[in-house]
């Protein structure tokens, strides 16, 4: 227990714990041992006091009725929702008897953990949770379904998840979103570009939808889905031919630049125009820009390697700036992430030698639904945490399906009855953050930060550390591990001799403040981490590995004869199903729309505000329509995660599909197909008219 937890009233340090690159400081304000205001902490170097509302709203969050106060047992049907209170020791009870019979018949890889980033903490989402599972002997999840195949794209070229530092923002002269939302998503990148555009820097957007980020540039690029490695390509053989590119940072620092302007001759500006929807003239436009103007920056986002070619869209924008030689100028360069500069001591966190060499096997979260109703033998428990697979995960009727067997013991780990807990045998309550130790580190900027408790756990929640050890209790494990507290853990990852960068760092000078930059990490201070030691514009371990060698435009897989590209991306108030159940952010989103373009729309005979059905192989959702220009003709776009109401269809996920990525095993939400009409009579009545967003 920190002292915070014992003082009635005052401000407290803390940390923002979303998946969100920013990872603001924050200040608790408490009043009679309750979180009333949450701020942001004007002292950080980077996000110095601003927040989004999301945030700001949290005390409503943490404090909502709806909190889950008490472990639960499930009293009526799977996926009814109807539940019981039970006690810890019950409930601790009934998992590990389960889990030991099952080990006994059917093997310890019965059991799937199925997580992903609901808390940001590393000692929530990556701690006691491996050690245990590892201990245990259980099927391994490859946690895939967010950046995974860009990383390993941008790995290709540049060797790890370093980038420029996004406080050097300030000295760009050009600033290139590029499938990212920032406004939504990144809002600190964005004050930092504007800061910059103060100074006469320009901002332009590339995306496949006119989003707040759109909204706000000197100039938004639309593209058609999946053809950004097209773009790059042509940009680059614009590059060369017109002499803009840094002959002698090519030869110093890069392998593979001659390859590479030979190769990128077949990328002729008509080409990539009529594959990528952008004109010869933007085109032309846009690279005289990016050789014209130094330093410039690309802000590489998540959205356009969600497809079948993500991997190789990063891979191939990565190579822009060392074709301009961006990378020794202050505020030149690209971000894809940042982690590799804070990465910590996984194997001492993690404890995988506790798998003790066994090679368990390994379920790719994109697939959960066909792993839980395919898979032989069969996953016949799955404990979820840190993530709401019934609304996240692609192919949303197979999850569904999956999560209702009656022969799957399912265990949920959450702060909320979520729409996968409803299908729970057992659910677990959690504690916020705020009522934890951790420590996190931002995947965007250098800094990492200190979280102490603020407040005590809420009702009967426990943190996911603590969860563990209990079950590690109850299995009687008997190794010191499991009884190493938070802060040891702390102090165990960051004692990594082989990350200079963090050799400043531990527990007690994050205790006094508050937050710690990586240290003396300029990208070329060093060899990077490629094979070659350089930026791999010519990559022998991509062609070892399969994939073509130079960066080469592949088209998306077909996805069947629907004629729309259906783009479902996350929205400005949710964090991904997080908060979708809170009335104020219900509220400021509205209702989930439809963007399309006024063309299709005429053709679909939809006016702006009507619904419409939209469906393919996997599904179908009725959304309301957006007409206008925000959108290409061909492509429907629609944000947010939203709730699975009762007597509403807007679980987006019904229509995505759980194809592979090219790399890493990635998600493909974005490279689905759909068919789009304007709602009529279903089953007899006019669900248009009942929709809530027509009252
Ligand atoms: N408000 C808010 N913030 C969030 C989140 C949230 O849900 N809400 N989620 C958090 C998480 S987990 C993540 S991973 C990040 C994601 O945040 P971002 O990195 O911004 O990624 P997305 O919002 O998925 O997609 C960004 C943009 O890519 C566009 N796009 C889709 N396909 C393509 C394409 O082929 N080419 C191009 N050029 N653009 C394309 C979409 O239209 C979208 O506008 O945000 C984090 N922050
Ligand atoms: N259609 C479509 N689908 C998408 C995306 C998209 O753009 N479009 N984006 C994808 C991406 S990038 C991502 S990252 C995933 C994210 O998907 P998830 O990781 O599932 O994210 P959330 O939906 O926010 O769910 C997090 C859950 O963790 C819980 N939680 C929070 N803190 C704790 C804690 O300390 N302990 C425990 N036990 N639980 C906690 C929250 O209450 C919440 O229910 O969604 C993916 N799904
Ligand atoms: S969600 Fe992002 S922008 Fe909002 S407070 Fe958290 S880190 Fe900051
Ligand atoms: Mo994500």
């Not at 630049?257 to 125009?273: A, F, G």
């Not at 986002?301 to 030689?325: E, F, K, S, W, Y």
């Not at 403040?513 to 300029?522: H, I, L, R």
Request: charged share 20%; with cysteine; proline share 6%.
């Amino acid at each position: 227990m920190s002292n915070y937890t014992k003082q009635q009233n005052g401000i407290f340090p803390s940390v923002c714990p979303l998946d969100c690159p920013d990872q603001c400081g924050l200040i608790l304000h408490k009043t009679d041992g309750k979180i009333i205001k949450v701020q942001g902490d004007p002292n950080h170097p980077v996000t110095k006091g601003n927040i989004c509302n999301k945030v700001r709203n949290m005390p409503e969050r943490i404090y909502d009725s709806n909190r889950l106060t008490t472990p639960l047992k499930r009293s009526g049907p799977k996926g009814s929702g109807q539940f019981e209170p039970i006690t810890w020791e019950e409930a601790i009870g009934s998992i590990t008897s389960k889990w030991k019979n099952l080990i006994e018949t059917e093997g310890a890889e019965s059991i799937l953990p199925y997580s992903f980033y609901g808390n940001m903490g590393i000692l929530s989402a990556e701690g006691m949770d491996r050690r245990f599972f590892h201990r245990l002997g259980a099927s391994r999840l490859d946690q895939t379904i967010c950046s995974v195949a860009g990383s390993v794209g941008y790995n290709y070229t540049m060797g790890g998840s370093f980038g420029m530092d996004p406080e050097d923002t300030i000295h760009s002269k050009l600033i290139i979103f590029w499938g990212i939302n920032a406004v939504s998503t990144n809002m600190h990148q964005v004050a930092l570009a504007q800061k910059a555009r103060k100074k006469g820097a320009k901002i332009v957007v590339i995306d496949v939808h006119k989003n707040r980020t759109g909204i706000l540039a000197d100039w938004f690029i639309p593209i058609l889905p999946g053809t950004d490695s097209a773009l790059a390509l042509g940009l680059m053989n614009i590059l060369f031919e017109k002499r803009f590119a840094d002959l002698g940072f090519l030869r110093k620092y890069t392998v593979g630049y001659e390859e590479l302007q030979e190769h990128v001759k077949q990328y002729d500006p008509h080409t990539v125009s009529a594959i990528t929807g952008v004109s010869v003239e933007e085109l032309q436009e846009l690279a005289a820009l990016y050789g014209g103007i130094s330093p410039s920056f690309i802000r590489i986002g998540n959205g356009l390697q969600h497809h079948d070619n993500g991997g190789m869209a990063v891979r191939t924008i990565a190579c822009l700036p060392a074709i301009t030689g961006q990378w020794l100028k202050k505020g030149g360069g690209a971000i894809k992430g940042n982690s590799g500069y804070l990465a910590h001591n996984k194997a001492a966190v993690q404890r995988p030698d506790l798998l003790k060499d066994k090679e368990t096997r390994v379920i790719n979260m994109n697939q959960i639904g066909n792993a839980l109703l395919d898979t032989k033998p069969p996953i016949s428990s799955m404990f979820v945490y840190n993530s709401n697979p019934a609304v996240v995960a692609p192919e949303g009727q197979k999850v569904r399906k999956g999560l209702e067997r009656e022969d799957l013991f399912l265990v949920v780990h959450d702060l909320f009855l979520t729409e996968t807990a409803a299908y729970a045998d057992i659910v677990l309550p959690a504690t916020s953050s705020f009522e934890n130790t951790d420590f996190y580190t931002s995947y965007w900027h250098k800094y990492t930060q200190i979280q102490l408790p603020v407040i005590e756990p809420f009702g009967e929640s426990k943190s996911n550390p603590d969860v563990f050890r209990l079950l590690a209790g109850a299995m009687c494990f008997e190794e010191d591990v499991f009884k190493d507290s938070d802060e040891d853990m702390i102090d165990q990852a960051f004692n990594h001799p082989a990350n200079p960068c963090l050799s400043d760092i531990d527990l007690q000078m994050l205790k006094t403040n508050q937050y710690a930059k990586a240290k003396d990490s300029s990208l070329f201070s060093g060899p990077l981490p490629t094979p070659s030691c350089k930026i791999e514009l010519l990559s022998k371990r991509m062609e070892e590995d399969g994939y073509p060698a130079l960066p080469t435009y592949i088209p998306l897989i077909s996805d069947g004869d629907h004629p729309f590209l259906f783009v479902p991306g996350p929205n400005h108030t949710f964090l991904n199903s997080t908060f979708n159940n809170n009335e104020k952010h219900i509220h400021l989103e509205r209702t989930p729309q439809l963007h399309l373009n006024s063309k299709d729309a005429q053709e679909l005979k939809v006016e702006n505000g009507e619904m419409v059905r939209i469906w393919n192989d996997r599904g179908e959702c009725f959304l309301q329509a957006a007409v206008g220009d925000n959108v290409l003709p061909g492509v429907a776009v629609t944000q947010g995660l939203w709730a699975d109401l009762p007597g509403t269809k807007q679980l987006v996920n019904t229509l995505t599909p759980d194809r592979i990525a090219d790399m890493g095993g990635g998600a493909t939400f974005f490279s689905g197909r759909i068919s789009i009409e304007k709602m009529r009579l279903i089953g007899g009545t006019d669900v248009s008219e009942q929709h809530p967003a027509k009252k």
